[in-house]
């Protein structure tokens, strides 16, 4: 993922390409943020005549009566978790996803290589509670629950910061195989890139913020 946003990591990870830029810019506009983020309604399979697939129908498969548990799938296709227990056992039908700690519990031993430390307090995010668990290859994976996401999408565009979003909830992840890996779920890559572009076959819709989208195509 190009930017999912966040510090840029001291240790790597092995996946594909380089560490994602989903820190702060996925945070401080560094050039490769791990992300936020496969994660959505032009330049898709409508254009291309094949029918453009979205919501339950898309390419991820999604039902939109699945699991009816955490991580519940709703009618537009974003999946729903409303707490951080619930955002975890999501991820980990993708991803791995251990050790979940509160961010302070996170923060406290590790150099601030997960996104959101100073977001997560800002009120201008509208972010209930951040959670940070580990991948396989031990990076970081910011789980924030986001009980109104078009104030956190006001944010994000302000920021520039992109990430990985459900109906209620967003992740950062860090490793690139932890963010192909949830290349394969319902969530979308948010990001306020105008030059983003998104090849045939892959969804591109408007956000719930002018100027964003949210594709299921993760950039490299």
Sequence with gaps: MTRLTGPTPTHTHPGVGSTVRMSRSLATGAAALTLLAALS???SDSESGSGSKTGADSVFGSDADSDGGSGQTTTDGLPQAS???SIASYLNRYTSCQDVATGDEYDGGNDGDAW???E???????IEERAVCTDDSGG???LLTVPDMKKFQTAAKASGDEFLVGEDFAVVPVGDEAIRGLQQSE???LTCDAGLAVPSGFDKEPALVDGCVMTNYVPE
Excluded: H, K, M, V
Excluded at 120 to 126: F, I, L, M
């Design 41 to 43: 309604g032009c330049g």
């Design 83 to 85: 707490d951080t227990a």
């Design 116 to 118: 959101g430390a100073d």
């Design 120 to 126: 997560s307090e800002d009120p201008a995010w509208g």
């Design 140 to 142: 970081p994976i910011a």
């Design 187 to 189: 969530l979308r890559f």
